[in-house]
């Protein structure tokens, strides 16, 4: 997506476009890790979701889900209750995302973790 939320393409015919629609809606900083964890522990409470995604800020992570909500992949209950309780879990659509995931871990495990980590041993290298 650009800037104004707006999709970059009016269609996507090119054979590495579904490539370029799934990314945007699965794209950005948070939205595989936040997956991920509903993936994982299904229904999760909004401030419980926070502590497990870390460093993001209730903002950005209330704007990630509000798109993952309007791209169908996530649904949000909220219980009327004092003080309200927030709930997220996958829908069906989000839960078709599990193989997915669940490959980008195993990528994740066996090369972008070492990647990263000669990384940063080669930034260790040339500061010192």
């Given at each position: 997506?650009d800037?104004n ?23 950005g ?6 997956l ?14 926070k ?11 209330t ?16 219980y ?5 309780r927030v ?15 669940l ?6 495990d ?11 041993n ?7």
């Amino acid at each position: 997506m650009d800037t104004n939320g707006k999709a970059r393409h009016a269609n996507y015919e090119l054979p590495a476009c579904p490539v370029e629609a799934t990314l945007e809606l699965i794209g950005g900083k948070w939205k595989g890790i936040v997956l991920y964890y509903l993936m994982v522990d299904g229904r999760v409470r909004f401030s419980v979701l926070k502590r497990k995604v870390g460093c993001v800020t209730q903002r950005m992570l209330t704007k990630q889900l509000r798109e993952l909500e309007s791209s169908g992949l996530v649904n949000r209950i909220v219980y009327a209750e004092v003080p309200p309780r927030v709930e997220y879990e996958l829908t069906e659509e989000g839960e078709s995302l599990k193989p997915v995931l669940l490959a980008l871990k195993k990528w994740g495990d066996a090369h972008a973790l070492p990647l990263l980590e000669e990384r940063e041993n080669r930034r260790a290298v040339e500061a010192s």
